[in-house]
T-cell receptor, first 109, second 114 residues
Framework: DAKTTQPTSMDCAEGRAANLPCNHSTISGNEYVYWYRQIHSQGPQYIIHGLKNNETNEMASLIITEDRKSSTLILPHATLRDTAVYYC??????????FGKGTRLHILP | NAGVMQNPRHLVRRRGQEARLRCSPM?????VYWYRQLPEEGLKFMVY????????ESGMPKERFSAEFPKEGPSILRIQQVVRGDSAAYFC????????????FGPGTRLTVT
């Protein structure tokens, strides 16, 4: 079973920031938080990962709470092409990815 | 820098035939993972390989399925005597030896069994 809990679906207006929450209350000290997305049955796309600190790259920002029990993925200026299923995953080392149901994000024009 | 490559992208097989799916990892990556996505379902782990070794095959069906990642060449997922229930998208991912071992996925092979 996936170790994370995410809302089933969310809507966001185009051009606004999309904030996707994830709970991982049983995370271990050496487990990373990863975010992937899958756009309409394409291959999953890696977005970002973090361990303790907040992270930012060209796609998104990842905010991890101090106790590491939850995190938020932020897409700063959502576009229609960001419509996808977003997966929050916790994992250690080279272990397999266990995908949950993710959050279906709809970007509204 | 080329990403993970999979071929063929689409494969049609009749029941009882063999399906061979190939995956070329990203340059410099030595870890390969295979996942399957049945229609309208989530992604499920099948097998994790490093060069010439199967590390974790806990998600692989016990019969008809096999995987290899030889010293030279792509990783191969082989399905013998395919049945209609094998129709799915098969995704390969690769990772390098970084601290987080982040995986990068290929575009997938869509197998249809008729």
């Amino acid at each position: 079973d996936a170790k994370t809990t995410q809302p089933t679906s969310m809507d966001c207006a185009e051009g606004r920031a999309a904030n996707l929450p994830c709970n991982h209350s049983t995370i271990s000290g050496n487990e990373y938080v990863y975010w992937y997305r899958q756009i309409h049955s394409q291959g999953p796309q890696y977005i970002i990962h973090g361990l303790k600190n907040n992270e930012t790259n060209e796609m998104a920002s990842l905010i991890i709470t101090e106790d590491r029990k939850s995190s938020t993925l932020i897409l700063p200026h959502a576009t229609l092409r960001d419509t996808a299923v977003y997966y929050c995953i916790v994992r250690v080392g080279d272990d397999k990815i266990i995908f949950g149901k993710g959050t279906r994000l709809h970007i509204l024009p | 820098n080329a990403g993970v490559m999979q071929n063929p992208r689409h494969l049609v097989r009749r029941r009882g035939q063999e399906a061979r799916l190939r995956c070329s990892p990203m340059k410099g990556h030595s870890h390969v993972y295979w996942y399957r996505q049945l229609p309208e379902e989530g992604l499920k782990f099948m097998v994790y390989l490093q060069k010439e070794n199967i590390i974790d095959e806990s998600g692989m069906p016990k019969e008809r399925f096999s995987a290899e990642f030889p010293k030279e060449g792509p990783s191969i997922l082989r399905i013998q005597q395919v049945v209609r229930g094998d129709s799915a998208a098969y995704f390969c991912a690769s990772s390098g030896r970084t601290a987080a071992y982040e995986q990068y996925f290929g575009p997938g092979t869509r197998l249809t069994v008729t």
